[in-house]
């Protein structure tokens, strides 16, 4: 394979990368925003 060839593998590589962690970080901010919601939900049930 030619250099330039390498560089765009290289290059599509990193942005699935940097979109797979994107996804994740989104993921985790949705279940901790799911789990404080369900806290407080279950707080005001205690109370």
Do not use: P, T
């Not at 394979?1 to 990368?17: D, E, F, R, T």
């Not at 962690?21 to 049930?45: C, D, P, R, T, W």
Request: glycine content about 6%; proline content about 0%.
């Amino acid at each position: 394979m030619k250099n330039y060839q390498n560089l765009i593998g290289y290059l599509l590589i990193a942005a699935a990368i940097v979109i797979a962690g994107f996804l994740i970080a989104k993921a985790i901010e949705m279940g901790v925003m799911n789990l404080k919601q369900s806290i407080a939900y279950h707080a005001e049930l205690l109370r």
